[in-house]
């Protein structure tokens, strides 16, 4: 599958955490890095998402923040 967002990391599931109606994927993308997606529990269900699982994390957004003190 190809996709027109730039952003794309693949990685390994490290934990996944259902709620009753969201879950919370953190992906470890290397390098001591992490990645933690909120999304629902159904999408979760549905894609299989394990511990150990290879995932490809997209990034799609509309605007990014950087806050400096």
Not at 12 to 38: F, P, Q, S, T, Y
Not at 44 to 57: D, F, I, N, Y
């Amino acid at each position: 599958m190809q996709l027109s967002a730039r952003n794309q990391f693949a990685g390994r599931v490290k934990e996944v955490k259902l709620g009753n109606i969201m879950a919370e994927v953190v992906v470890d993308i290397g390098g001591g890095h992490e990645v933690v997606a909120a999304i629902t529990r159904g999408s979760a269900e549905r894609l299989g998402l394990a511990q150990g699982s290879t995932v490809t994390v997209v990034i799609k957004a509309t605007e990014v923040l950087i806050a400096k003190d």
